[in-house]
């Protein structure tokens, strides 16, 4: 992950990083995806978990006031919340 970017930035380039990963999933040999899934599929999954916990925390941290109003919406979660500083 790179260290640089807020993490809503690291966040859309893992995203995309994934979508990108399982089209390739649909082109590849039998082979090679077995290690397309655990390697990078599985690896970018446990960064994006990573990623959503410290937005989750952050958003509780400095919007701790309407951290809770905005996850009890349906469909609002820390991503969305994370956006709201930008």
């Known amino acids: 992950m790179c260290r640089s970017l ?3 930035s690291t966040r859309v380039v893992s995203v995309k ?3 990108a990963e399982r089209d390739w999933l649909a082109i590849t ?3 090679a995806r077995q290690s397309i899934t655990t ?3 599985n690896g970018v999954q446990r ?4 990623i ?3 937005m989750a925390a952050h958003v509780k941290k400095h919007h701790a006031d309407v951290a809770d109003l905005l996850m009890s919406a349906k469909g609002i ?3 969305t919340g994370g956006n709201l500083d930008r």
């Open 17 to 19: 990083m994934l979508t």
């Open 47 to 50: 960064q994006l978990a990573d």
């Open 52 to 54: 959503d916990a410290k």
């Open 29 to 31: 040999h039998e082979p």
């Open 77 to 79: 979660g820390a991503y």
């Open 39 to 41: 390697t990078i599929i």
């Open 6 to 8: 807020p993490p809503w």
